[in-house]
Protein backbone atom coordinates (compact mmCIF):
# COMPACT_ATOMS: atom_id res chain seq x y z
CA UNK A 1 0.00 0.00 0.00
CA UNK A 2 1.42 3.36 -0.75
CA UNK A 3 1.69 5.73 1.76
CA UNK A 4 -0.91 8.26 -0.16
CA UNK A 5 -3.68 5.36 -0.55
CA UNK A 6 -5.76 6.71 2.46
CA UNK A 7 -5.63 10.01 1.46
CA UNK A 8 -6.79 9.25 -1.84
CA UNK A 9 -9.90 7.38 -0.43
CA UNK A 10 -10.78 10.18 1.28
CA UNK A 11 -11.68 11.89 -1.83
CA UNK A 12 -15.70 12.17 -3.41
CA UNK A 13 -15.41 13.96 -6.62
CA UNK A 14 -18.88 14.52 -8.17
CA UNK A 15 -20.36 17.58 -10.56
CA UNK A 16 -23.95 19.28 -10.03
CA UNK A 17 -26.54 19.55 -12.44
CA UNK A 18 -29.62 20.60 -13.08
CA UNK A 19 -31.80 22.91 -15.55
CA UNK A 20 -31.22 27.01 -14.55
CA UNK A 21 -32.75 27.97 -11.44
CA UNK A 22 -33.76 24.61 -10.14
CA UNK A 23 -31.47 25.84 -7.16
CA UNK A 24 -27.60 24.15 -7.99
CA UNK A 25 -26.04 26.68 -6.77
CA UNK A 26 -27.50 27.25 -3.20
CA UNK A 27 -27.34 23.88 -2.67
CA UNK A 28 -23.48 23.95 -3.56
CA UNK A 29 -23.24 26.81 -0.72
CA UNK A 30 -25.20 25.03 1.41
CA UNK A 31 -22.24 22.00 1.12
CA UNK A 32 -19.94 23.98 1.56
CA UNK A 33 -21.25 25.87 5.03
CA UNK A 34 -21.44 22.56 6.59
CA UNK A 35 -17.65 21.87 5.44
CA UNK A 36 -16.76 25.17 7.40
CA UNK A 37 -15.17 26.83 3.71
CA UNK A 38 -17.77 29.81 3.93
CA UNK A 39 -19.51 31.16 6.92
CA UNK A 40 -22.46 32.60 5.13
CA UNK A 41 -24.44 31.73 1.90
CA UNK A 42 -24.58 34.42 -0.74
CA UNK A 43 -27.86 34.61 -3.01
CA UNK A 44 -27.22 34.63 -6.29
CA UNK A 45 -30.03 36.51 -7.22
CA UNK A 46 -31.26 39.34 -4.62
CA UNK A 47 -30.65 43.42 -3.84
CA UNK A 48 -27.34 44.37 -5.71
CA UNK A 49 -25.64 45.09 -2.66
CA UNK A 50 -26.32 40.79 -1.31
CA UNK A 51 -23.54 38.70 -1.52
CA UNK A 52 -23.01 36.94 -5.15
CA UNK A 53 -23.42 32.95 -4.89
CA UNK A 54 -19.52 31.71 -3.90
CA UNK A 55 -18.74 29.70 -7.39
CA UNK A 56 -20.26 32.53 -9.65
CA UNK A 57 -17.03 34.38 -10.28
CA UNK A 58 -17.41 35.70 -13.65
CA UNK A 59 -18.92 39.24 -13.55
CA UNK A 60 -21.47 38.72 -16.43
CA UNK A 61 -22.18 35.97 -14.10
CA UNK A 62 -22.87 38.08 -11.01
CA UNK A 63 -25.06 40.44 -13.59
CA UNK A 64 -27.26 37.78 -14.64
CA UNK A 65 -27.74 35.50 -11.71
CA UNK A 66 -26.59 32.63 -13.80
CA UNK A 67 -23.24 30.02 -14.25
CA UNK A 68 -21.66 30.16 -17.10
CA UNK A 69 -18.42 28.73 -16.36
CA UNK A 70 -17.72 25.50 -14.37
CA UNK A 71 -16.29 26.21 -11.10
CA UNK A 72 -14.29 24.27 -8.30
CA UNK A 73 -14.49 23.92 -4.71
CA UNK A 74 -13.28 21.90 -2.19
CA UNK A 75 -13.90 21.34 1.19
CA UNK A 76 -13.59 18.67 4.31
CA UNK A 77 -16.86 17.11 6.20
CA UNK A 78 -16.85 14.18 8.56
CA UNK A 79 -13.77 12.84 7.51
CA UNK A 80 -13.94 13.12 3.95
CA UNK A 81 -12.30 15.42 0.72
CA UNK A 82 -14.68 16.67 -1.16
CA UNK A 83 -14.33 18.16 -4.77
CA UNK A 84 -17.54 19.79 -6.21
CA UNK A 85 -17.38 20.72 -9.50
CA UNK A 86 -20.41 23.35 -10.33
CA UNK A 87 -21.59 23.39 -13.28
CA UNK A 88 -23.54 25.91 -15.70
CA UNK A 89 -27.35 24.71 -15.78
CA UNK A 90 -27.92 27.28 -19.12
CA UNK A 91 -27.64 24.72 -21.93
CA UNK A 92 -25.84 27.22 -23.97
CA UNK A 93 -23.22 26.35 -22.13
CA UNK A 94 -23.48 22.95 -22.02
CA UNK A 95 -19.99 21.60 -23.46
CA UNK A 96 -18.18 23.24 -20.62
CA UNK A 97 -20.87 21.07 -18.59
CA UNK A 98 -19.85 17.99 -20.55
CA UNK A 99 -16.49 18.09 -20.07
CA UNK A 100 -16.49 18.90 -16.64
CA UNK A 101 -18.83 15.22 -16.01
CA UNK A 102 -15.52 13.70 -17.77
CA UNK A 103 -13.55 14.62 -14.62
CA UNK A 104 -16.26 13.70 -12.30
CA UNK A 105 -16.75 10.46 -10.46
CA UNK A 106 -20.26 11.23 -9.95
CA UNK A 107 -23.01 13.26 -10.20
CA UNK A 108 -25.53 14.81 -8.01
CA UNK A 109 -28.81 16.29 -9.80
CA UNK A 110 -30.71 18.83 -8.37
CA UNK A 111 -34.76 18.83 -9.75
CA UNK A 112 -37.10 21.98 -8.93
CA UNK A 113 -40.35 19.97 -7.06
CA UNK A 114 -42.49 22.22 -9.51
CA UNK A 115 -41.04 21.31 -12.70
CA UNK A 116 -39.83 17.63 -12.10
CA UNK A 117 -37.52 16.66 -15.28
CA UNK A 118 -36.77 19.34 -17.38
CA UNK A 119 -34.99 19.45 -21.29
CA UNK A 120 -31.72 20.47 -19.56
CA UNK A 121 -31.75 17.80 -16.95
CA UNK A 122 -32.12 15.45 -19.51
CA UNK A 123 -29.48 16.13 -21.85
CA UNK A 124 -27.02 16.25 -19.53
CA UNK A 125 -28.14 12.88 -17.37
CA UNK A 126 -27.45 11.67 -21.15
CA UNK A 127 -23.93 12.38 -20.74
CA UNK A 128 -23.61 10.81 -17.32
CA UNK A 129 -25.31 7.75 -18.46
CA UNK A 130 -23.01 7.69 -21.56
CA UNK A 131 -20.21 7.13 -18.93
CA UNK A 132 -21.95 5.17 -16.83
CA UNK A 133 -21.44 7.54 -13.83
CA UNK A 134 -23.74 7.03 -10.27
CA UNK A 135 -26.53 9.82 -9.91
CA UNK A 136 -27.63 10.60 -6.90
CA UNK A 137 -31.35 12.96 -6.82
CA UNK A 138 -32.14 15.92 -5.15
CA UNK A 139 -35.69 17.19 -5.27
CA UNK A 140 -35.27 20.78 -3.91
CA UNK A 141 -37.87 23.90 -2.91
CA UNK A 142 -40.33 21.86 -1.59
CA UNK A 143 -40.80 24.89 0.45
CA UNK A 144 -42.96 26.16 -2.36
CA UNK A 145 -45.95 24.00 -3.82
CA UNK A 146 -44.94 21.16 -5.56
CA UNK A 147 -46.11 18.77 -8.13
CA UNK A 148 -47.44 15.02 -6.88
CA UNK A 149 -44.13 13.21 -5.23
CA UNK A 150 -45.14 10.03 -6.96
CA UNK A 151 -45.78 12.07 -10.20
CA UNK A 152 -42.33 13.39 -9.85
CA UNK A 153 -40.50 9.97 -9.46
CA UNK A 154 -42.45 8.97 -12.32
CA UNK A 155 -41.00 11.96 -14.20
CA UNK A 156 -37.41 10.71 -13.57
CA UNK A 157 -38.34 7.27 -14.50
CA UNK A 158 -40.10 7.62 -17.90
CA UNK A 159 -37.81 11.00 -18.97
CA UNK A 160 -34.58 9.56 -18.14
CA UNK A 161 -34.94 5.74 -17.98
CA UNK A 162 -32.92 5.19 -14.88
CA UNK A 163 -35.22 3.67 -11.57
CA UNK A 164 -35.97 5.79 -8.38
CA UNK A 165 -35.18 4.63 -4.78
CA UNK A 166 -36.38 7.59 -2.49
CA UNK A 167 -34.45 7.30 0.92
CA UNK A 168 -36.76 9.77 2.67
CA UNK A 169 -40.33 11.17 2.01
CA UNK A 170 -41.64 14.85 1.68
CA UNK A 171 -45.06 15.43 3.99
CA UNK A 172 -46.61 18.19 2.13
CA UNK A 173 -45.19 20.82 0.57
CA UNK A 174 -45.19 24.52 0.12
CA UNK A 175 -46.85 26.31 3.29
CA UNK A 176 -48.25 22.86 3.89
CA UNK A 177 -44.59 20.88 3.76
CA UNK A 178 -44.22 19.58 7.58
CA UNK A 179 -40.90 17.94 6.38
CA UNK A 180 -39.21 14.56 5.82
CA UNK A 181 -40.19 10.55 6.56
CA UNK A 182 -36.84 9.06 6.59
CA UNK A 183 -37.24 5.30 5.38
CA UNK A 184 -34.19 3.68 6.70
CA UNK A 185 -35.31 5.22 10.53
CA UNK A 186 -38.73 5.12 10.25
CA UNK A 187 -39.42 8.54 11.79
CA UNK A 188 -40.56 12.02 10.38
CA UNK A 189 -38.22 14.73 10.74
CA UNK A 190 -40.12 17.76 11.32
CA UNK A 191 -39.90 20.96 9.28
CA UNK A 192 -38.80 24.39 10.52
CA UNK A 193 -37.91 27.25 8.43
CA UNK A 194 -34.43 27.83 9.76
CA UNK A 195 -32.65 30.96 8.48
CA UNK A 196 -31.01 30.89 5.11
CA UNK A 197 -27.63 31.74 5.41
CA UNK A 198 -26.39 29.68 8.00
CA UNK A 199 -26.59 25.79 9.31
CA UNK A 200 -27.98 26.35 12.37
CA UNK A 201 -31.79 25.44 13.00
CA UNK A 202 -34.23 22.76 14.52
CA UNK A 203 -34.97 19.43 12.83
CA UNK A 204 -37.23 16.97 15.39
CA UNK A 205 -37.12 13.32 14.67
CA UNK A 206 -40.48 11.29 15.84
CA UNK A 207 -40.17 7.61 15.43
CA UNK A 208 -43.14 6.34 13.37
CA UNK A 209 -44.09 4.26 15.79
CA UNK A 210 -45.51 7.29 18.03
CA UNK A 211 -48.30 8.04 16.39
CA UNK A 212 -50.14 10.23 18.78
CA UNK A 213 -46.78 12.54 19.28
CA UNK A 214 -46.34 12.74 15.66
CA UNK A 215 -50.66 14.01 14.97
CA UNK A 216 -49.69 16.47 17.43
CA UNK A 217 -46.73 17.71 15.67
CA UNK A 218 -47.83 17.77 12.02
CA UNK A 219 -51.21 17.00 11.71
CA UNK A 220 -54.10 14.13 11.89
CA UNK A 221 -54.11 14.72 8.16
CA UNK A 222 -50.76 14.72 6.98
CA UNK A 223 -50.25 11.23 9.30
CA UNK A 224 -52.79 9.75 7.05
CA UNK A 225 -51.53 10.61 3.87
CA UNK A 226 -48.07 9.25 4.96
CA UNK A 227 -49.20 5.71 6.30
CA UNK A 228 -51.43 5.00 3.15
CA UNK A 229 -48.06 6.66 0.85
CA UNK A 230 -45.54 4.52 2.18
CA UNK A 231 -48.36 1.34 2.03
CA UNK A 232 -48.08 2.31 -1.80
CA UNK A 233 -44.14 2.88 -1.84
CA UNK A 234 -42.91 -0.23 -0.33
CA UNK A 235 -45.30 -2.19 -2.35
CA UNK A 236 -44.32 -0.62 -5.31
CA UNK A 237 -40.99 1.03 -5.48
CA UNK A 238 -37.47 -0.20 -6.07
CA UNK A 239 -35.58 -1.79 -3.33
CA UNK A 240 -32.29 -0.08 -2.43
CA UNK A 241 -28.81 -1.98 -4.63
CA UNK A 242 -25.96 -0.23 -3.89
CA UNK A 243 -24.30 -2.01 -6.85
CA UNK A 244 -27.17 -0.68 -9.48
CA UNK A 245 -26.26 2.98 -8.02
CA UNK A 246 -22.78 2.63 -8.40
CA UNK A 247 -23.35 1.44 -12.14
CA UNK A 248 -25.73 4.31 -12.77
CA UNK A 249 -28.89 2.13 -13.02
CA UNK A 250 -30.75 3.87 -9.53
CA UNK A 251 -30.58 6.82 -8.41
CA UNK A 252 -31.37 7.37 -4.45
CA UNK A 253 -33.92 10.46 -4.57
CA UNK A 254 -33.67 12.78 -1.42
CA UNK A 255 -36.01 15.46 -0.62
CA UNK A 256 -35.74 18.91 0.78
CA UNK A 257 -35.11 22.85 0.89
CA UNK A 258 -31.70 24.39 -0.16
CA UNK A 259 -32.69 27.76 0.65
CA UNK A 260 -34.08 27.07 3.91
CA UNK A 261 -31.08 24.42 4.31
CA UNK A 262 -33.76 21.53 5.13
CA UNK A 263 -32.74 17.95 4.14
CA UNK A 264 -29.02 19.47 3.15
CA UNK A 265 -26.80 17.75 5.30
CA UNK A 266 -29.44 14.59 5.37
CA UNK A 267 -28.78 14.42 1.72
CA UNK A 268 -24.84 15.09 2.20
CA UNK A 269 -25.00 11.88 4.53
CA UNK A 270 -26.38 9.75 2.52
CA UNK A 271 -24.46 10.60 -0.83
CA UNK A 272 -21.11 9.97 1.24
CA UNK A 273 -22.39 6.72 2.15
CA UNK A 274 -22.94 5.80 -1.18
CA UNK A 275 -20.11 7.13 -3.32
CA UNK A 276 -16.95 5.52 -4.44
CA UNK A 277 -13.26 6.79 -4.17
CA UNK A 278 -11.49 8.24 -7.05
CA UNK A 279 -12.25 5.56 -10.06
CA UNK A 280 -9.96 4.05 -12.55
CA UNK A 281 -9.75 6.14 -15.85
CA UNK A 282 -9.11 4.80 -19.41
CA UNK A 283 -5.92 5.30 -21.37
CA UNK A 284 -4.27 3.76 -24.67
CA UNK A 285 -2.70 1.47 -22.42
CA UNK A 286 -5.53 0.32 -20.38
CA UNK A 287 -7.10 1.01 -17.01
CA UNK A 288 -4.98 3.12 -14.73
CA UNK A 289 -5.81 2.83 -11.09
CA UNK A 290 -5.60 5.73 -9.14
CA UNK A 291 -4.11 3.86 -5.92
CA UNK A 292 -1.44 1.85 -7.99
CA UNK A 293 0.38 4.23 -10.77
CA UNK A 294 2.10 7.44 -10.01
CA UNK A 295 0.97 11.06 -10.50
CA UNK A 296 -1.34 11.15 -13.70
CA UNK A 297 -3.86 14.06 -14.91
CA UNK A 298 -5.95 15.37 -17.31
CA UNK A 299 -6.80 18.93 -18.98
CA UNK A 300 -10.42 19.24 -18.96
CA UNK A 301 -11.12 23.43 -18.66
CA UNK A 302 -8.90 25.75 -19.76
CA UNK A 303 -9.88 29.63 -18.40
CA UNK A 304 -8.31 32.94 -19.45
CA UNK A 305 -8.34 35.58 -17.39
CA UNK A 306 -9.55 34.77 -13.86
CA UNK A 307 -7.20 37.31 -11.76
CA UNK A 308 -8.31 40.47 -14.32
CA UNK A 309 -4.67 42.10 -12.42
CA UNK A 310 -2.22 39.44 -13.97
CA UNK A 311 -4.40 38.56 -17.21
CA UNK A 312 -3.71 34.75 -16.52
CA UNK A 313 -4.46 31.88 -18.11
CA UNK A 314 -5.70 28.76 -15.80
CA UNK A 315 -5.74 24.66 -17.19
CA UNK A 316 -7.98 22.96 -14.89
CA UNK A 317 -6.56 19.22 -14.90
CA UNK A 318 -8.12 15.81 -12.87
CA UNK A 319 -5.46 13.76 -11.12
CA UNK A 320 -6.10 10.67 -11.90
CA UNK A 321 -3.51 8.36 -9.83
CA UNK A 322 -0.92 8.79 -7.44
CA UNK A 323 0.04 11.87 -5.60
CA UNK A 324 0.91 15.39 -7.09
CA UNK A 325 4.01 17.37 -5.14
CA UNK A 326 4.14 21.06 -6.58
CA UNK A 327 8.55 20.18 -6.87
CA UNK A 328 8.12 17.14 -9.09
CA UNK A 329 8.99 17.17 -12.54
CA UNK A 330 5.79 15.79 -15.16
CA UNK A 331 5.00 14.80 -18.72
CA UNK A 332 3.57 17.16 -20.63
CA UNK A 333 2.46 13.92 -22.97
CA UNK A 334 1.24 15.85 -26.23
CA UNK A 335 3.75 18.46 -25.56
CA UNK A 336 6.56 16.18 -25.88
CA UNK A 337 8.43 17.22 -23.02
CA UNK A 338 8.95 16.90 -19.04
CA UNK A 339 8.50 20.38 -17.02
CA UNK A 340 7.57 21.23 -13.75
CA UNK A 341 4.34 22.68 -13.33
CA UNK A 342 4.20 26.17 -12.41
CA UNK A 343 2.08 27.88 -9.53
CA UNK A 344 -0.28 24.47 -8.78
CA UNK A 345 -2.95 26.14 -6.77
CA UNK A 346 -6.57 24.72 -5.54
CA UNK A 347 -9.10 27.35 -6.37
CA UNK A 348 -12.50 28.07 -4.63
CA UNK A 349 -14.23 30.52 -7.14
CA UNK A 350 -12.00 33.03 -7.46
CA UNK A 351 -10.10 32.91 -4.60
CA UNK A 352 -6.80 30.75 -4.59
CA UNK A 353 -4.65 28.86 -2.55
CA UNK A 354 -1.12 27.70 -3.74
CA UNK A 355 -0.70 23.67 -3.31
CA UNK A 356 2.42 21.86 -2.42
CA UNK A 357 0.17 18.76 -3.11
CA UNK A 358 -2.87 16.63 -4.08
CA UNK A 359 -4.23 13.37 -4.59
CA UNK A 360 -6.09 10.69 -7.34
CA UNK A 361 -10.05 12.62 -7.33
CA UNK A 362 -8.54 16.32 -6.86
CA UNK A 363 -8.95 19.08 -8.88
CA UNK A 364 -6.08 21.23 -9.52
CA UNK A 365 -5.11 24.47 -11.48
CA UNK A 366 -2.02 25.76 -12.64
CA UNK A 367 -0.68 28.75 -14.57
CA UNK A 368 -0.66 28.00 -18.37
CA UNK A 369 1.74 30.12 -20.99
CA UNK A 370 -0.61 28.71 -23.59
CA UNK A 371 1.16 25.12 -24.19
CA UNK A 372 -1.70 23.03 -22.75
CA UNK A 373 -5.27 22.27 -24.97
CA UNK A 374 -8.14 20.38 -23.64
CA UNK A 375 -7.56 16.78 -23.09
CA UNK A 376 -4.02 16.82 -22.61
CA UNK A 377 -2.70 14.07 -20.76
CA UNK A 378 0.51 14.46 -17.88
CA UNK A 379 2.42 12.03 -16.29
CA UNK A 380 5.35 10.50 -14.22
CA UNK A 381 8.44 11.12 -16.72
CA UNK A 382 8.37 7.43 -16.38
CA UNK A 383 5.11 6.94 -18.02
CA UNK A 384 3.93 7.89 -21.49
CA UNK A 385 0.67 7.20 -22.02
CA UNK A 386 -2.87 9.28 -23.05
CA UNK A 387 -6.04 9.37 -21.55
CA UNK A 388 -9.09 8.94 -23.61
CA UNK A 389 -9.82 12.35 -25.54
CA UNK A 390 -12.92 14.63 -24.73
CA UNK A 391 -15.38 15.26 -27.78
CA UNK A 392 -15.19 18.29 -29.57
CA UNK A 393 -18.78 19.41 -30.07
CA UNK A 394 -19.26 20.61 -33.39
CA UNK A 395 -20.82 24.30 -33.08
CA UNK A 396 -24.79 25.07 -34.48
CA UNK A 397 -24.61 29.05 -34.23
CA UNK A 398 -21.66 31.07 -37.02
CA UNK A 399 -21.01 34.81 -37.21
CA UNK A 400 -18.28 37.03 -38.42
CA UNK A 401 -16.95 39.12 -35.94
CA UNK A 402 -15.09 42.61 -36.78
CA UNK A 403 -13.48 44.62 -34.27
CA UNK A 404 -15.07 48.56 -33.90
CA UNK A 405 -11.34 50.15 -33.67
CA UNK A 406 -9.16 49.11 -36.21
CA UNK A 407 -6.36 49.86 -34.62
CA UNK A 408 -6.85 47.33 -31.93
CA UNK A 409 -6.43 44.75 -33.99
CA UNK A 410 -3.65 42.34 -32.00
CA UNK A 411 -5.72 43.20 -28.63
CA UNK A 412 -8.50 41.81 -30.09
CA UNK A 413 -6.37 39.09 -32.52
CA UNK A 414 -5.16 37.88 -28.57
CA UNK A 415 -8.44 38.08 -26.49
CA UNK A 416 -10.61 36.02 -29.27
CA UNK A 417 -7.63 33.01 -29.51
CA UNK A 418 -7.30 33.10 -26.32
CA UNK A 419 -11.54 32.61 -25.38
CA UNK A 420 -11.26 30.08 -28.49
CA UNK A 421 -8.65 27.95 -26.71
CA UNK A 422 -11.14 27.61 -23.29
CA UNK A 423 -13.05 25.91 -25.52
CA UNK A 424 -16.30 28.30 -25.31
CA UNK A 425 -16.42 29.33 -28.83
CA UNK A 426 -14.11 28.05 -31.76
CA UNK A 427 -12.46 30.22 -34.71
CA UNK A 428 -12.48 29.89 -38.53
CA UNK A 429 -11.05 31.94 -40.98
CA UNK A 430 -11.62 32.57 -44.77
CA UNK A 431 -9.92 29.25 -46.49
CA UNK A 432 -7.08 30.99 -48.68
CA UNK A 433 -8.81 33.81 -50.04
CA UNK A 434 -6.40 36.48 -47.84
CA UNK A 435 -9.55 37.96 -46.15
CA UNK A 436 -7.82 37.86 -42.29
CA UNK A 437 -12.49 38.37 -41.27
CA UNK A 438 -12.98 36.00 -38.13
CA UNK A 439 -15.30 33.66 -38.31
CA UNK A 440 -16.94 32.15 -34.79
CA UNK A 441 -18.52 29.48 -34.09
CA UNK A 442 -21.11 28.40 -30.87
CA UNK A 443 -22.69 25.73 -29.55
CA UNK A 444 -25.22 28.24 -28.17
CA UNK A 445 -25.93 31.56 -28.69
CA UNK A 446 -25.63 33.13 -25.06
CA UNK A 447 -21.95 32.32 -26.17
CA UNK A 448 -21.95 35.36 -28.31
CA UNK A 449 -22.89 37.47 -25.34
CA UNK A 450 -20.45 36.74 -23.35
CA UNK A 451 -17.65 36.82 -26.11
CA UNK A 452 -18.60 40.22 -26.39
CA UNK A 453 -18.94 41.09 -22.80
CA UNK A 454 -15.50 39.32 -22.22
CA UNK A 455 -13.57 41.06 -25.33
CA UNK A 456 -14.57 44.41 -23.74
CA UNK A 457 -13.91 43.89 -20.35
CA UNK A 458 -11.18 41.93 -20.39
CA UNK A 459 -9.54 43.44 -23.61
CA UNK A 460 -10.78 46.61 -23.91
CA UNK A 461 -11.78 45.97 -27.70
CA UNK A 462 -15.11 46.60 -28.61
CA UNK A 463 -16.84 44.02 -31.47
CA UNK A 464 -19.40 43.71 -34.03
CA UNK A 465 -21.22 40.85 -34.64
CA UNK A 466 -22.97 39.69 -38.00
CA UNK A 467 -25.20 36.54 -37.98
CA UNK A 468 -23.94 33.99 -40.32
CA UNK A 469 -26.78 31.34 -41.80
CA UNK A 470 -24.48 28.34 -41.57
CA UNK A 471 -25.64 25.60 -39.27
CA UNK A 472 -23.72 22.84 -40.37
CA UNK A 473 -19.96 21.78 -39.73
CA UNK A 474 -17.85 19.32 -41.34
CA UNK A 475 -13.96 18.70 -41.35
CA UNK A 476 -12.49 17.62 -44.23
CA UNK A 477 -10.78 14.14 -42.86
CA UNK A 478 -8.82 12.92 -46.05
CA UNK A 479 -6.84 16.94 -46.67
CA UNK A 480 -3.34 15.41 -47.85
CA UNK A 481 -5.99 13.46 -50.84
CA UNK A 482 -8.25 16.48 -51.57
CA UNK A 483 -7.46 19.63 -53.80
CA UNK A 484 -9.49 22.08 -51.30
CA UNK A 485 -9.81 25.08 -54.15
CA UNK A 486 -10.85 22.95 -56.99
CA UNK A 487 -13.89 21.00 -54.08
CA UNK A 488 -17.15 21.24 -56.15
CA UNK A 489 -19.70 22.50 -53.84
CA UNK A 490 -23.33 24.14 -53.41
CA UNK A 491 -24.06 27.78 -53.36
CA UNK A 492 -24.63 27.93 -50.00
CA UNK A 493 -21.15 26.11 -49.14
CA UNK A 494 -18.45 28.09 -47.20
CA UNK A 495 -14.61 26.73 -47.24
CA UNK A 496 -12.82 27.59 -44.02
CA UNK A 497 -10.37 26.78 -41.94
CA UNK A 498 -9.68 26.31 -38.12
CA UNK A 499 -6.90 27.20 -35.80
CA UNK A 500 -4.82 24.45 -36.79
CA UNK A 501 -5.02 25.22 -40.38
CA UNK A 502 -7.47 22.51 -40.73
CA UNK A 503 -9.97 22.98 -44.00
CA UNK A 504 -13.77 22.97 -42.91
CA UNK A 505 -17.13 23.25 -44.71
CA UNK A 506 -19.94 25.04 -43.73
CA UNK A 507 -23.49 24.80 -45.26
CA UNK A 508 -26.52 26.01 -44.98
CA UNK A 509 -28.59 22.88 -45.46
CA UNK A 510 -28.20 19.50 -44.07
CA UNK A 511 -28.91 18.13 -47.97
CA UNK A 512 -25.57 20.14 -49.23
CA UNK A 513 -23.23 17.81 -47.33
CA UNK A 514 -24.50 14.93 -49.17
CA UNK A 515 -24.95 16.75 -52.55
CA UNK A 516 -20.99 17.92 -52.21
CA UNK A 517 -19.56 14.25 -51.54
CA UNK A 518 -21.52 12.68 -54.70
CA UNK A 519 -20.14 15.97 -56.33
CA UNK A 520 -16.54 15.23 -55.14
CA UNK A 521 -16.02 11.54 -54.88
CA UNK A 522 -13.45 10.30 -52.71
CA UNK A 523 -13.86 13.06 -50.28
CA UNK A 524 -14.57 11.99 -46.58
CA UNK A 525 -16.41 14.02 -44.44
CA UNK A 526 -16.47 14.45 -40.21
CA UNK A 527 -19.07 16.39 -37.67
CA UNK A 528 -15.74 15.61 -35.29
CA UNK A 529 -12.02 16.91 -35.59
CA UNK A 530 -10.09 14.58 -34.79
CA UNK A 531 -6.73 16.77 -34.16
Known amino acids: MNDYTEEINRRRTFAIISHPDAG ?39 ERGISVTSSVLQFEYGGFCINILDTPGHQDFSEDTYRTLMAADSAVMVIDASKGVEAQTRKLFKVCVMRKIPIFTFINK ?32 GREFKGVYDREKKCVISYSGTEKGTKEG ?17 GGAPVDRLLEEMELLDGAGADFDLEAVQAG ?56 NMNRAHRDRIAFMRICSGKFDAQMEVRHVQG ?42 LCSPRENFRYEGIPTFAPEHFARVRQVDTMKRKQFVKGIEQIAQEGAIQIFQEYNTGLEEIIVGVVGVLQFDVLKYRLENEYNVEIRLDSL ?17 RLTGTSDMKKVKDM ?11 WSIGMTLERNKGLVLSEFSRN
Open 202 to 218: TATEIPLGEEALLREAI
Open 336 to 377: GRVMRLSQPQQIMADERKILNEAYAGDIIGVFDPGIFSIGDT
Open 24 to 62: KTTLTEKFLLYGGAINLAGSVKGKATARHAVSDWMEIEK
Open 469 to 485: PYEHIRWIENKEEVDIA
Open 142 to 173: LDRDANDTFDLLDDIEKELGIATCPLNWPIGS
Open 500 to 510: KGNPLLLFVNA
Open 249 to 304: ELTPVCFGSALTNFGVEIFLKHFLEMTTTPLPRRADVGMIDPGEREFSAFVFKIQA
